[in-house]
């Protein structure tokens, strides 16, 4: 029983760091070390057109995320993102008007995403392997669509609309629309993930898929779900290139499954499931975009980039197998 003389034990909850910070202080790093050797990097209007082209990379490591923190990988994305565009802006160049296009190109990598899923709970098979064939079939699909050629709305009343000019960035904005989007669009996948029944569930299945199953958890209809997002941010993801790019060519999305992927394990986002971090994929992307240009800021011929990036990834696992062991250890 408690008296006035009984003495009562504070108990001071240790300060946690963000989990994305040392993502963010090696951002800042490296930001600070090529703007020492190259002092026009700093300006603010290379930060943010650097910014502005990598956000779809972004936009798609902050949804991937959903799928790693499951526990699987989709290799389809950028070819779902590829076809999207083309459909949407075929659909513009037919006369269909602008924002119906943008809902057909949406519409069209959501339901890509939800195949991918639906084959994988059928055929009972990692969506890795599926992907690896409906990657083909989406790539196929649009080059047959667009007759293997670029697809470029030239119309006025097309590039006119405010669609393209707020994108293309001709709308006066101190920031690029584009990026605008893209942030807000990570604030809701952030929510999603950690604030949502959705989201627990998600982590659940990626922390043990069997324990979740038992416990009530639908996992195939989860798979579906997430699945499906991720076909539908890739969606996004495509129609916003069109506006952004003004046009889409055969080899749109092909080269985003290198730098999005490493965007979210260099984010911390681990390969074996159950945890992720959405913001942490969108500085991985930062750093990944960083890597691409600030070797060509520096003079260093452009192929080298990929190699830094892949030395980071190697890196950046490495790290996080070195930090789990110790977590075990510790337990």
């Known amino acids: 029983m408690l008296t006035e003389f009984t003495p009562v034990l504070k108990v001071k909850k240790r300060f946690k760091l963000p989990e994305e910070t040392s993502v963010v202080i090696a951002l800042l790093i490296l930001i600070a070390i090529i703007g020492a050797l190259r002092p026009t990097f700093l300006k603010p209007v290379n930060l943010l057109n650097l910014s502005a082209s990598y956000a779809i990379a972004a936009l798609l490591a902050g949804c991937i995320v959903f799928l790693l ?113 893209v942030v807000l669009a990570f604030f809701v996948l952030h929510l999603t993930l950690h604030k949502t029944r959705f989201g627990y569930r998600i982590l659940a299945i990626g922390s043990n898929p069997e324990a979740a199953r038992l416990a009530g958890i639908p996992t195939k209809k989860i798979k579906i779900q997430v699945c499906a997002l991720m076909g539908g941010v890739s969606g996004v993801g495509g129609v916003l290139f069109l506006g952004f790019r003004g046009a889409v060519d055969p080899s749109t999305g092909g080269q985003m499954l290198l730098p999005v992927v490493a965007a979210a394990i260099i984010g911390g986002t681990p390969l074996s499931g159950g945890a992720g971090t959405v913001w942490g994929s969108l500085f991985g992307a930062l750093i990944v975009g960083v890597i691409g240009v600030g070797v060509v800021f520096i003079g260093i011929n452009a192929v080298w980039g990929t190699l830094v990036t892949g030395l980071v990834i190697i890196f950046a696992i490495g790290v996080d197998q070195i930090v789990r062991v110790r977590k075990k250890r510790f337990k």
Do not use: Y
Not at 111 to 116: I, R, S
Not at 142 to 159: A, R
């Open 69 to 181: 923190a499951m526990g699987e990988i989709d290799l389809s994305f950028g070819w779902i993102l590829n076809l999207s565009a083309v459909l949407a802006g075929l659909a513009m160049i037919a006369g269909v008007p602008i924002w119906i296009s943008v809902f057909i190109g949406i519409a069209a990598g959501t339901a890509m995403g939800a195949l991918n899923g639906v084959l994988t709970v059928v055929m009972r098979l990692p969506l890795i392997i599926v992907t690896l064939g409906t990657a083909s079939i989406f790539q196929g699909t649009s080059l047959i669509s667009n007759k293997s050629g670029s697809v470029v709305p030239t119309d006025k009343e097309i590039t006119g609309h405010i669609f393209f000019r707020a994108l293309g960035g001709q709308i006066d904005s101190p920031v690029p629309i584009i990026l605008i989007f």
